[in-house]
């Protein structure tokens, strides 16, 4: 089974990406399952219903999240009903949603994906290593193949996670900081690992927003408007090969793919 994951999609130049360029990209990387972490797809923060609708519309199988998630309200219902876009597992138990989901993965068989967020330089939430482990319980009942988002901002507890869930899911993969990292690998016991694959939007930008903004903060300490930049757009994630059996990645490679404006 071949495994697309995109890492943050920011506001409409990633969305644009989206639509533009993922039908091509599955096809051409023959592509078996992919999903997309969308909680700064509507204006760099959040998500709407008429975006995931659009997302799914373009080729995306399954939309993770994170702190974001809870920026537009109109979201909660689809975060109920639909099993294609979860928020964090590590939530207090009563929010809307589910924190991980089952899915077909065209002709491969069933995929699940589990979405976590992190507590170090975070909001507190419960641990995510504990409730990843009881959720492990039941999903691994329905399929090996099994993919998490860490959605964190310390590389630290990226790497714990990994570590932690080593050679019991197919995949540890990390987003939030928009920033892909150089680390990927395959653990010793089949699980692959990257502690961020990066963002899906405008790159000629601090972090997807207009650098002329972010400047002016961090020099004047001033209240600032951010806005999502336009230019540079590039389609980062990773693709993972996994064993569906055994659910044992086979290979992980970064996505970096400059798209035409």
């Not at 999609?9 to 023959?30: H, Y």
Request: glycine share 10%; hydrophobic share 40%; with cysteine.
């Amino acid at each position: 089974m071949r495994v697309l994951f995109l890492g943050d999609i920011v506001g409409r130049p990633g969305r644009d990406i989206i639509r533009n360029a993922l039908a091509s990209f599955r096809k051409k990387e023959k592509i078996d399952f992919a999903a997309a972490n969308a909680e700064n797809a509507a204006g760099g923060s959040g998500v709407t219903p008429e975006i995931a609708e659009e997302l799914f519309k373009h080729g995306v199988d399954v939309i993770t999240s994170g702190d974001h998630i809870w920026k537009k309200h109109e979201i909660y219902d689809l975060l109920e009903s639909s099993d294609r876009i979860i928020r964090p597992l590590n939530y207090p138990r009563g929010v809307p949603g589910k924190g991980s989901t089952v899915v077909d993965a065209a002709e491969s068989g069933k995929i699940a994906v589990i979405n976590l967020v992190g507590r170090v330089f975070m909001e507190a939430v419960d641990c995510p290593f504990e409730r990843v482990r009881a959720e492990l319980e039941g999903l691994k009942k329905k399929t090996p193949v099994v993919i998490v988002d860490i959605h964190a901002e310390a590389t630290s507890e990226k790497m714990a996670m990994g570590w932690y869930l080593d050679g019991v899911v197919s995949a540890v993969i990390g987003t939030h900081t928009h920033v892909q990292t150089a680390d990927e690998k395959i653990l010793p016991g089949g699980t692959a690992f990257i502690t961020d694959c990066g963002m899906t939007g405008p790159h000629d930008s601090v972090i997807g927003r207009k650098k002329e903004k972010i400047l002016t903060r961090f020099i004047t300490q001033m209240p600032t408007r951010f806005e999502v930049a336009t230019e540079g757009l590039e389609m980062q994630g990773v693709i993972v090969d996994i064993d569906e059996k055994t659910g044992k990645a086979t290979g992980i490679k970064r996505v970096q793919e400059k798209i035409k404006s």
